[in-house]
């Protein structure tokens, strides 16, 4: 099976643009969560989407949104960009087993923004 | 809210030594604990993922154990090489959602 991949692999914006990544699951696998990575505050995690609506959302402002659509494909939106908004985005698929009770996410090699 | 940590934050040793990473969560109320290892400028590769009702797991020269009622993982690596030079990550599954620990960077020398 393919891995869970994103584009792009990296992005520069400048402040006050809005950008859109994208990321394909495993297929098979419905969940698509997102994380932000930055040297200050870690991994945090931005939301998760299964079959096309958003389960669960992390301490983000409005800015950051996301939608999935049909083929499980997810993309994420970060409008009116700022400075700090400067990160890793990681894109991750979820696989839950209920024959073995065992829950794995697998990420993405994410997409690296930098804005200006 | 259930808080991470990892210690040490950096660890350097030479090759062929064993050596322990350590993860501490506040919340027993997990799922599964997932270890990961992430090269500079990549992604998550997943290393171990222990179900709540485990112990330990292994895979090859690691071995990871936890302990739900104390809040603790460990991350054992028997017989380091610098290949296994990298930042290891170990995260605790909420509600669907990980939460991460900070990190402990790792540098195997030859």
């Known amino acids: 099976k393919a891995g869970v991949t994103q584009t792009p692999r990296y992005l520069i914006k400048t402040r006050g643009q809005q950008v859109t990544l994208s990321c394909s699951p495993i297929?098979?696998?419905?969940?698509v969560s997102w994380y932000q990575q930055t040297p200050g505050q870690g991994l945090q995690f931005l939301f998760e989407?299964?079959?096309?609506?958003?389960?669960n959302k992390g301490n983000f402002p409005g800015r950051f949104s996301g939608r999935q659509f049909s083929n499980s494909r997810s993309e994420m939106n970060v409008s009116t960009l700022e400075l700090g908004d400067s990160a890793l985005y990681l894109c991750?698929?979820?696989?839950?087993?209920?024959?073995?009770?065992?829950?794995?996410?697998?990420f993405g090699p994410g997409t690296r923004l930098t804005v200006l | 809210k259930q808080e991470v940590t990892q210690i040490p934050a950096a660890l350097s040793v030479p090759e062929g030594e064993n050596l322990v990473l350590n993860c501490s969560f506040t919340?027993?109320?997990?799922?599964?604990l997932q270890w990961f290892r992430q090269d500079p400028g990549k992604g998550l590769t997943s290393l171990l993922l222990?179900?709540?009702?485990?112990r330990e797991q292994t895979s090859g020269r690691l071995n990871a154990s936890l302990d739900k009622s104390s809040g603790r993982s460990t991350l054992y690596i028997a017989a380091s090489q610098p290949g296994d030079s990298a930042t290891y990550l170990c995260?605790?599954?909420?509600?669907?959602?990980?939460?991460f620990g900070t990190g402990t960077r790792l540098l195997v020398s030859p």
């Open positions: 991750a698929s979820r696989a839950y087993s209920i024959l073995t009770s065992t829950d794995t996410q697998y």
């Open positions: 297929s098979g696998h419905r969940s």
């Open positions: 989407y299964f079959s096309e609506t958003q389960r």
């Open positions: 919340d027993s109320a997990i799922y599964n």
């Open positions: 222990i179900q709540s009702s485990q």
């Open positions: 995260a605790v599954s909420g509600f669907q959602k990980l939460v």
